[in-house]
């Protein structure tokens, strides 16, 4: 009987240990892949690491960021939303299985943001809280994480870039008093701390440059210009990074 009982608690942690051990493998062919900047490879073995270990937060947060990048890339509308979609259940899930990690947050507030971004400012305000929410909880757990201190410039810039009218329907009407504590100089802070946090990441450099330009600091706009062009593609959009800070530079100077 004893010999029997072993044998069965074998066969039945067989699997779960067998399924961990495969997530493990396919998170790491996933961190090859991105590294090579092949960002469609690292969220096909994401995807088969969650199947293997559906509450894996590592490949559950990795796969939440891979699909936020190719949405990002995606000029196809209804597989960009569908891709956002999933960022944004990745990012949960990744939450309920670690809710205090930075990561998970961080994964759900860009999710939510990249998807507030293809709409109309005034389909934007009903996301604004929670990617708000879920930046702030990372930037808790970890005050440097260059990712959360990027979606707060943004975050920032956003509601500043809405009219005045908008503002007031979204803070008086809407219920979002956050509203009321964005402003411009916010948003340069958060993304400066963002470039400083991370110098060498050319997607914040973007954004600062673009909210120094619509803040009438042209000259630093430039400068932040001008280096994204002196810096090497490392990552899966930065070429197209390059190609917007050229030709806004292109702008500027006119």
């Keep these: 009987m004893n010999l029997r009982l072993a044998l069965l608690s074998v066969a039945l942690l067989a699997p779960a240990g067998l399924a961990a051990q495969s997530a493990a493998s396919h998170v790491t062919i996933a ?4 590294a090579a900047r092949n960002i469609a490879g690292s969220y096909q073995q994401l995807e088969l690491a969650i199947k293997a270990e559906p509450a894996n937060y590592e490949a559950l947060w990795k796969a939440s960021r891979d699909a936020v990048e190719l949405g990002e890339a ?4 209804g597989r960009r939303t569908a ?42 305000v009903k996301y604004a809280g929670e990617v708000r929410e879920h930046a702030l909880h990372a930037l808790k757990a970890n005050p440097r994480h260059a990712g959360a201190l990027h979606v707060m410039g943004v975050w920032n810039a956003e509601v500043m870039r809405l009219s005045g009218i908008q503002r007031f329907a979204a803070k008086n009407l809407l219920g979002g008093k956050v509203f009321g504590e964005a402003s411009w100089a916010e948003a340069r802070r958060y993304m400066e701390a963002a470039v400083a946090a991370e110098p060498n990441r050319i997607t914040h450099r973007l954004d600062l440059a673009e909210i120094y330009a619509e803040t009438d600091q042209r000259a630093k706009a430039r400068e932040q210009y001008e280096q994204i062009g002196r810096m090497a593609a490392t990552e899966s959009n930065d070429e197209r990074y390059k190609r917007e800070a050229a030709a806004a530079l292109t702008r500027l100077r006119g």
């Design 31 to 34: 961190d090859r892949e991105r």
């Design 74 to 77: 995606e000029r196809d509308e």
């Design 83 to 124: 891709l956002y979609k999933s960022a944004e259940q990745y990012a949960r899930r990744a939450m309920a299985a670690n809710p205090t990690d930075a990561e998970g947050h961080f994964s759900l507030a860009r999710a939510l943001g990249r998807t507030a971004l293809t709409l109309g400012k005034k389909e934007r």
